[in-house]
């Protein structure tokens, strides 16, 4: 066969263009590579940019049931009631999918291993103060991504159901386009006939079969990745990760080859953002590159789950111990936890200085040194829920991330549980009373285990009426006064301070209240609140004077008497 002079403009004008799109690929792997840096360094140190939708939020916690495995797990009322989502948010600057799941994962599975928690610590310490080895293992990362929507456990496990086909018929259908290009140099107007037909058949089943594998396409191209990354960071020689790195190698060995059998999938569209994905997709449809290699490549998989885990745990720990160091610079104060393995003189005790609330900014800072029990009371919006929700949210950080919004933290490893953001179960028909004493169940349930148990109730029993809520609420309360127990609980009752007193500590919280205004310290201070607001809070916000007057009145009446007086109608239709 002789090879004509058009046939060599052909075939430059193909290397031209093969060639053109290689140098757009390298040109936009770069810009993206310098806009990534950019971005790491403009966000270190800083809650991450992005928003994301209760559906993500709820796709990034399947990992947690998998890796939960009989585990002591924050539930979901006291993950709800601390607003734990938006505290996972703040400290959220993983960038990796990986890294992402495993991060929620220690928040809601609290640690009661310390040297767990110091290794966590060791690292990051490490990625905090070595800024160059930090973004060199984040360049690595970056590779896996984030899918939000999707986490990459359930990628995993889908794959185990992915349809298992021959290749034989998509190989044919490949070797039939390979034919129609070497007809070009021995039959063009054949080759031109051939060409059209393929593109047709090709096209079709291309088109029609795609959608029966497009979403395994997609969890194979994440996993992909995930090889990918093993492959860059097993190469890695940064003695501090050492045993991550080699631990990555281990486990990624077992898919030597896969990577090789599918070198389109990883350009697929929407999977890699290079200039090269618009001709790998032309490819894979002209050729059916894709189906054959992802058949192929399914087979190798299977059975390999437990190595896939493994990477995503080495490359998750890697990338939530840099989210870790990133969010300790963000905090304005912080400090590493004491535990104490048993608790000292008999009870769980709990002492901290200066402890705040992550999510608040510029937060008033209490110290406390609680034990056997702790009743605060005090006037409304005086900082009673905000500081039992200090206390719980930093108990999770201490036994995730080894790190407490405070001066100084000590205290047993404790499992947390709160009832506090109750309400009505509207469609399973279930009232406010219920759902409260229900999950005050679930906190006593727990107490029976024997093991230390920090929990925290906002406003016992308030769906009921008075007499019957102190009156419960009080035994409750004392039931709990156990060795292996510190609860915290919030009231309007007073009468409370004084059948508790002698088996809880008190503490409240107070305002200050002038002829204009009502001011607010949120400093927790010892003894029984004495002070009451609700009437005068009516008064500030506009209520009619005479309507707030009478409820004063009303108020002190009962107080001297301890009865209340009827109502009596006025002609008119209004009450006096």
Known sequence: MTVTADDLIVIALIGILILAFVVIAVRE?????????????????CPPSGEWTQ????SISH?????????????????????????????????????EDYLYSLLRLPEFDESVLKERDRLAEYFGSHPKEREQVQLMLRV???????SVA????????????????YVLLGLLGVASIVMFFIAPLIAVFLLVLVMAVNGTIHYRESREIEKYMSCLACILRILRAAEELGKCRIEEISSYAERIRKHAAVFRGVRRKSVTLTSEKGVDATGISALTAYLNTFFMLDFIQFYSVIRKLKGRQEDMNALMENFGILDSAIAIASYRAYLPVYCKPEFTQTAWDGAVRLRAEDLYHPLITNPVANSIDAEGGVLLTGSNASGKSTFLKTVAINAILAQSIYTCAATSYRCA??????????????????????????SLKRILAEVEKGEPLLCIIDEVLRGTNTIERIAASSRILASLRRENVLPFAATHDIELTSILDGIYQNYHFTEEITD??????YLLQKGRAVSRNAITLLEFIGYDKELVEKA?????????????????????????
């Open 63 to 99: 990992y947690t049931r998998r890796r939960s495995g009989g585990r002591f797990q924050v539930d979901d009322i006291t993950w709800n009631d601390l607003d734990m989502d938006a505290v996972f948010l703040q400290m959220n600057g993983t960038v990796s999918s990986c890294g």
């Open 144 to 150: 896996i991504g984030k899918r939000k929507g999707y």
């Open 154 to 169: 359930d990628y995993i496990d889908a794959l185990d159901t992915a349809p298992k086909r021959s290749v034989v018929k």
């Open 552 to 576: 004063r009145e009303a108020a002190a009446d009962f107080e001297k008497s301890g009865v209340w007086k009827p109502l009596k109608e006025k002609q008119g239709g209004q009450t006096c």
């Open 516 to 521: 204009k205004d009502i001011r607010f310290n």
């Open 55 to 58: 559906e993500e939020l709820d």
């Open 413 to 438: 490893m404790v499992k947390v549980m709160t009832s506090m953001a109750l309400r009505d179960d509207v469609q399973g028909g279930e009232s406010y009373y219920i759902v409260e004493i229900k």
């Open 29 to 45: 792997n770069r810009r993206q590579k310098k806009y990534f840096l950019l971005k790491i360094r403009r966000e270190w140190g």
